[in-house]
């Protein structure tokens, strides 16, 4: 059994989880959901991909969180599709962490989250589906602060790849019984490991968790290489679960970091499709840079009627509600149209030097030697 530990350090742990609710709410948590979240708590030290080798310093590379409610702002080089410098971006050839979301090439020995915005209840319980498709029960000990910790094997094994982290509770609000939800997505690799799971279709395929009360499966969140492939515009599709099975009538909502909203009900399988906003447009073209990260959020929302009892009380209603967190980068047609008017550019530039040498050489005139005999 894995274990997480809840970090309470009184009143500098009390201070700690108002800034990071500051650091991860806005725009998010616009919309107003009785929902928790998980979200990534604080700076941890950065660890090579190969085993044995030393830690570096904190704060190179590192996973941290924003300060503020402003998003974490990187330095970037100015040339349209250009990638940040230093540590800043989602990673620049397998670089340093947003400070919102995990590096997919940045695997860490110790991964720290925070659960927000409220205390879970006592009796909460935490599950990780390993990215093998096994689930392994997480020990969780509780505190106002809601931080914990989940060690991670550095190495090729049933973690390496894509797992989903679930913490559920339940508790009686307005005469029926709410299960919340809310799972987050790590991504375990490095290349120092190999690429045996490079687009293998078991380790890549997004799966529920059979046991959970209400889950949001998105497909096309990541590649064969695991990075993201999310893009502004792409059509989502998202499944809803509810214990392994489709969960038909399910309400979606999808909010964006920069407050765009939609809402819409899963069909009878459960599935729902909505078109992501392209929403990324700098004040300039020299500004636009294509690993510039957006945030959205998913909530799922399913009611079932029905009497039973709870802890000696009588019921006649469940609701399951279920949170979820990613990211996405600016749609590839943003950046693709630069490349091809280079690229016509480039050709017209050949083509015209081309047609004044063959101009040039038809008017040329062929030498010609006269000679006088007298």
Not at 120 to 134: N, R
Not at 168 to 190: C, N, P, Y
Not at 349 to 372: A, E, M, N, T
Request: charged residues 20%; positive net charge; proline residues 7%.
């Amino acid at each position: 059994m894995h274990k997480i530990r809840i970090y309470c350090t009184g009143l500098f742990a009390t201070i700690l989880s108002f800034v990071l609710l500051a650091g991860f709410s806005p725009g998010l948590l616009m919309a107003k959901t009785d929902a928790i979240w998980i979200a990534p708590a604080k700076a941890e030290r950065k660890v090579s991909g190969r085993p044995g080798q030393s830690q570096h310093p904190a704060g190179h590379g590192e996973e941290s969180a924003p300060q503020s409610g402003r998003p974490a702002q990187t330095k970037q080089s100015g040339r349209p599709g250009g990638r940040p410098s230093g540590s800043g971006g989602e990673h620049a050839g397998h670089g340093g962490s947003s400070g919102r979301f995990e590096s997919e090439h940045r695997p860490l020995p110790v991964r720290t989250y925070q659960i927000l915005p409220e205390q879970i209840l006592p009796d909460a319980k935490a599950i990780m589906l390993q990215a093998d498709g096994t689930a392994a029960d997480l020990a969780v000990e509780t505190c106002h602060t809601n931080v914990f910790s989940l060690k991670l094997p550095m190495d090729d094994g049933p973690m390496h790849g894509p797992n989903h982290i679930y913490v559920i509770d339940k508790q009686v609000r307005d005469g029926a019984l709410e299960i919340r939800t809310a799972k987050w997505l790590t991504i375990h690799h490095s290349c120092g490991w190999g690429h045996d799971y490079r687009n293998d279709p078991d380790r890549l395929a997004p799966r529920p968790l059979p046991s959970a009360p209400l889950d949001i499966v998105m497909e096309g969140l990541w590649d064969g290489n695991f990075h993201n492939a999310l893009h502004s515009g792409d059509e989502l599709v998202i499944r809803v679960y509810s214990f392994g099975k489709p969960a038909p009538g399910a309400t979606v909502r999808i909010t964006t970091e920069k407050g765009w909203t939609a809402e819409k009900q899963a069909n009878a399988e459960g599935v729902v499709r909505i078109q992501l906003i392209r929403d990324y447009y700098p004040p300039t073209w020299k500004l636009f840079n294509r690993s510039t990260l957006g945030r959205l959020a998913l909530t799922a929302e399913y009611i079932e009627e029905g009497s039973f009892q709870y802890k000696g009380e009588s019921l006649d209603k469940t609701r399951y509600l279920t949170s979820f967190s990613w990211k996405y980068v600016p749609a590839q047609a943003d950046y693709n149209s630069y490349l091809y008017g280079l690229l016509i550019g480039t050709l017209a530039f050949l083509g015209s030097g081309f047609g004044v040498y063959h101009y040039r050489l038809r008017r040329k005139k062929p030498q010609q030697v006269i000679v006088f005999d007298e």
